[in-house]
């Protein structure tokens, strides 16, 4: 009597793995929503003494090359932007 409660207890784990291991091979495909464009637009902030970069797709302070987190803000023109910080990002769930 043990001996088949142990066996009906291997094949129910068996039954469930093989079920979660069809579920991620059948839903493991691109979806459509893979399918959108990258974000492009951006714009920097001018206030406090403070530059800074904020971009469409999450990106903060960042241009993809460099860190646009400028303190002082200083004039494009007239000195070097030194950035204090590199990179960050928006995270929402």
């Known amino acids: ?3 088949l409660i142990k066996k009906i207890i291997v094949m129910k ?9 069809c579920l991620l ?8 929503g893979q399918n959108c464009s990258g974000a492009t637009a951006q714009t ?10 904020i971009a ?4 903060l302070w960042w241009d ?9 803000a200083t004039d494009v023109i007239s000195s070097e932007e030194v950035s204090a910080l590199f990179a960050g990002g928006f995270w929402i769930a």
């Open 64 to 72: 993809g090359a460099d860190g646009k987190y400028i303190f002082p």
């Open 13 to 21: 784990t068996i039954e469930k793995f093989l079920l979660t291991l």
């Open 1 to 3: 009597m043990l001996l």
């Open 56 to 59: 469409q797709g999450g990106r």
């Open 25 to 32: 091979l059948i839903f493991e495909g691109p979806s459509i």
């Open 44 to 53: 920097d902030l001018d206030a406090n003494n403070v530059r800074a970069r």
